[in-house]
DNA sequence: GTTGACGTTTACGTTAACGTAAACGTCAAT
DNA sequence: ATTGACGTTTACGTTAACGTAAACGTCAAC
């Protein structure tokens, strides 16, 4: 009942990230590629870490709003410790602003598109009960 | 200062529509190609109504919010005189209801966003002030 | 009458985000 | 010792959504 049957601590496969995750191997590996996630090696094998689940999870998080890989690594790089200089700090706050900005841009949208929904519902129920004549 | 000068009703140019949404005419022809726009021809020239703009609107919200043009195409369909069967109509109506989860999820994803936003900015704000010493 | 702004069609190029196949290693189970 | 499940790398293929260039028509302006 354990999802980390043979490992002592908490690691996953990458089959169990693609399984958990609904999405395949491949993918996962491609991520690497471009470099959102690191998982360490046991042997040639990788290895991901609780901390590699939440990145896989914030990268999809972002694909399901339309974000790009390197979009999704951006909001990533914002998470970690602010390691650099000043400059780069409120560089960094902009971004994030920004980022928040785009956020709000989308929740407008949604509401616009539930409202068209609702409307087109409405219509629809209409076209049904003229059906029923 | 009228959109429309040489226009007697209300319609557009393919370069207005173009420069008042910040896309290029070859995008909005592309549009046309996948059948999303079907605007009339004035000779050669191609002239939008007012319903061609909305079209082009709903386009681009579905765009910023990660949609394929294909979902927004069935955003679209949903828009119009539902003139199907009974059938189509019940199904018209689960497509709809499928759409509004899938905007419900986004939603979610956008709170959870913000929220990694506002760490992010205390995180940072605390960088900064570590960095005043 | 030619220049320039705007329109057209046709077609090849490009980027992102994977899919898919080949060819192979490893380890537990039969 | 071979089968099967899982892992690996390398590499070519694919789809969506345009970009970009070529080559041309049209119409008002100079």
Redesign the interface.
Known sequence: MNATATNSADSYSISELAQEFGITTRTIRFYEDKGLISPERRGQTRVYSPEDRVRLK?IL???????SLDESRE?ID??D???G??EQ??R??ER?ES??EQ?R???R??E???A??D???A???A??KE?SN
């Open positions: 914030l998080r972002g694909k399901r709003l339309g974000f909001i914002m998470y410790p602010a390691h200089n000043l700090l409120s960094l706050l994030i980022k928040r956020l841009q989308q929740q949208d949604i616009k598109m539930l068209q929904l409307e087109a519902t219509r629809t129920q076209a049904l059906h």
